[in-house]
């Protein structure tokens, strides 16, 4: 039975093995896998693997620092001998400081695969189901100030003018402590099961169809240090920590936001309009370890293949499915250190001639838990408590028609709809006001006693729709080559108002208004409009036994016979681009207050029909709302105070209204083999990227409040068309 085992062991070299002995930055990478294929009959056969995927990055420093800091005698370190490995944070005004902080940062992924897929064949049906089980680890440093628990001292110069003075005399103007006791320990399991049918109802018709079943818990953290939000507790919210992890809460940070006296209870002063806000553990909550629940769900497939005509030239093809969008560890992380923050501040100051701290001493003589005034505690980042995993319906059709000459044309349109993304608000945005957000009462925000309190929302939609053609040509003649060209159209409102990058599971940037989502619908900025990609490999013919030079001595074939070329030709439009201003507060919400960039207002066309790098789009299109007579490149402030008083409204210009530089690039490589016998070659290359030196803009600038607005002040980077570059490289076969 052993024998019908196969094992793959795939080791990656650390990087330590190439750096020097001082701060190295290791990457290790080891996956096992193990697989049983066993045919129980001829018609039946089952396939069992067992995967280990082990990744270790980050950073790491020999340096002993924690003996090094026992050794300055600091008194008064909280949480020292500490499980990491570091350094004090010396800040110094003027000069550059000691930051070492945490010499050993490492990051380890863990995860452990069981998959197993059965298929089994009855007539016409060819039946397939089976079950994947994840179980997930991620380790990851946890931190909140820069030397933790080794302490942050600044030397402002508050006692002799000098900063330097102030260190070499041991008078910090103040001292930051923590006491991280574990790292982040974040654990789940995956759950995926499936079935599906391959029926073959007639020579000309297949039908497929399935069902799949996908079930993704939240992390747990095994160390305790998750908090999550609970915005359905009115004006006072609810906080929620892991079961038996009340000795890692913050009670400064609690006692801000008006915490009720005891943990778990729900009844205490009332402040600001808002009862006193419960903290709750989990079980308490009515939630999993998670902090946040997690869906379960079926999902159906179905397809077709059918050829019309019942021969081998046309085949018609289409397909509908629902697919579930895995979440991993980036949602988790979200919640990492947020009620756990417990920073304890020490202010020197001196009394009598004697300085409240002086090294060696590092605090005062009290507690160092500042509570900060109400309506200022910023909570970051929240997960919606009844979290759902986002989804995508899926749908295309596609016509395939062989045109011969072993060429062949594909016709699509594929399409999909996502739904319950992940957004970025602010749960505590005030409503539209004319009055300057700082002078608002706090109970006109939704949580009168929190300040800004960031989350991971789901409701968030994206809808795609692409019409694509496709032409391959298989091997023949010595020529290959496969061009498609996409006609396509995408839109989000998950992106934030600048949006730059495609969306992840954290979303794209902070939404800018929270009350307006379909506000910031707009084009998804990584998806052009048209894209035409070409790839060819052309084996030249010249050279013996080729169209030209077949009969030439095999000196002259060595050097200009059996050339291979190889090509990939990219053409696309540019991506959809949004000018924004920062720094005002237009809608009186405070969203620019807590710095999210602004839409302006759009008064004319912002396109030109022939941009120039010196100016790309028409940034007279765009003015600070409601400020007659604005000019491009001033600031745009109004909403915040002694810079005109709020509108009570944002701007009115809508995403992606300008249409970036667009990128013509071709790759290009010459290679060739020199056989020395029957067994040994050597193969020599030359490859090249933007090989014509193409220049490809980069994109202009888009804050309306820079004095270069409008303008290209670079090129593409190298992997989006750069500037040509080359290598050339020789091997040996055998």
């Known amino acids: 039975i052993f024998g019908r085992w196969t094992w793959k062991d795939i080791t990656a070299l650390s990087t330590n093995d190439l750096l020097i002995p001082s701060t190295t930055n290791p990457d290790n990478y080891r996956l096992l896998v193990l697989a049983y294929n066993y045919t129980i009959r001829p018609n039946l056969l089952n396939e069992l693997r067992f995967g280990i995927t082990r990744e270790d990055t980050g950073s790491t420093n020999p340096f002993d620092g924690t003996s090094f800091s026992s050794s300055l005698g600091l008194q008064g370190l909280i949480g020292l001998p500490a499980f990491f490995n570091g350094l004090p944070e010396i800040d110094i005004s003027n000069l550059t400081g000691l930051t070492a ?146 000795d890692l809460l913050a009670t400064g940070f609690l006692q801000s936001a008006n915490a009720c006296p005891q943990l778990g209870s729900t009844s205490g002063p009332s402040l600001n309009g808002a009862a006193c806000m419960p903290v709750l553990s989990a079980s308490q909550a009515g939630l999993p370890e998670s902090l946040r629940t997690a869906p379960r769900r079926f999902m159906p497939r179905f397809g077709f293949a059918w050829r019309p005509f019942n021969n081998n030239k046309t085949v018609l093809r289409g397909g509908y499915s629902f697919y579930n969008t895995e979440v991993l560890g980036s949602i988790y992380y979200a919640l990492t250190g947020t009620l756990q923050a417990a920073t304890f501040t020490y202010n020197n100051s001196i009394t009598n001639g004697v300085p409240a701290i002086q090294w060696p001493n590092v605090k005062t003589g009290g507690s160092g838990i500042s509570v900060p005034p109400a309506g200022t505690d910023y909570f970051g980042t929240a997960n919606q408590i009844d979290y759902k995993d986002p989804y995508s319906e899926q749908w295309n059709f596609s016509i395939d028609h062989d045109l011969g000459f072993n060429t062949g044309l594909r016709l699509s349109y594929i399409g999909m709809a996502t739904r319950d993304l992940v957004w970025a608000p602010n749960l505590n945005q005030s409503t539209y006001s004319t009055t300057y957000y ?139 681009l949004t000018p924004y201003f920062d720094g005002g507060d237009p809608s009186g919400t405070g969203s620019g207050v807590i710095g999210r960039d602004q839409a302006p207002d759009v008064i004319g066309n912002p396109n030109l029909s022939n941009p120039t790098a010196a100016q790309w789009f028409n940034v007279g299109a765009y003015t600070c709302p409601a400020t007659p007579g604005w000019k491009p490149g001033t600031k745009c402030l109004i909403g915040t105070p002694g810079n005109g008083a ?35 070659k050597i193969k020599v290359e030359g490859s090249f990227t933007n090989a014509l030196n193409h220049l490809n803009l980069a994109n202009p600038v888009l804050a309306i409040t820079s004095p270069s607005v409008g303008q290209i002040t670079s090129a593409r980077p190298a992997d989006f068309g750069g500037n040509r570059t080359g290598q050339v490289g020789a091997r040996v076969e055998f």
């Open 438 to 576: 700082v002078d608002q009462p706090l109970s006109s925000r939704p949580f009168p006693n929190w300040g800004t309190i960031n989350t991971r929302a789901n409701g968030a939609n994206a809808n795609y729709n692409a019409f694509q053609i496709e032409v391959n040509h298989r091997y023949k003649s010595g020529i290959t080559f496969n061009s498609a060209y996409t006609f396509a159209k995408a839109d989000a409102d998950n992106q934030g108002y600048t949006a730059d990058h495609f969306a992840d599971e954290n979303a794209g940037h902070r939404t800018m208004d929270a009350l307006d989502r379909a506000a910031e619908y707009g084009p998804v900025y990584g998806t052009r409009r048209n894209r035409w990609i070409t790839s060819a490999i052309y084996e030249l013919p010249v050279g013996r036994g080729r169209q030209f030079g077949s009969s030439m001595n095999r000196f002259a074939d060595a050097i200009v016979g059996g050339w291979q070329l190889s090509t990939i030709f990219l053409w696309q439009g540019g991506p959809s």
């Open 101 to 246: 902080d945490r010499l050993q940062g490492i990051t380890h992924g863990r995860t452990y695969q069981v998959v197993d897929n059965v298929t089994w064949t009855l007539g016409k049906h060819s039946l397939k189901f089976g079950f994947d089980y994840r179980h997930i680890e991620a380790i990851d440093p946890l931190g909140f100030i820069g030397g933790d628990n080794y302490g942050n001292f600044n030397f402002s110069g508050q006692f002799t003018n000098a900063p330097f003075a102030d260190f070499l005399l041991g008078l910090p103007a103040n001292t930051g402590l923590d006491n991280v006791k574990q790292d982040n320990d974040g654990i789940t399991s995956h759950y995926n099961a499936y079935a599906q049918d391959s029926f073959r109802v007639s020579p000309s018709l297949t039908l497929e169809y399935g069902l799949r079943f996908e079930f993704h818990p939240g992390y747990t953290d095994a160390s305790g240090n998750i908090g999550n939000f609970n915005p359905n507790v009115a004006k006072s919210g609810a906080v929620i920590y892991p079961d038996g992890s009340a």
């Open 646 to 680: 709020p509108i009570g409204r944002f701007g009115d210009a809508g995403m992606g209204l300008v249409t970036g530089p667009g990128t013509v690039n071709l790759n290009a490589g010459l290679a060739k083999r020199f056989a020395l016998t029957e067994r040994v």
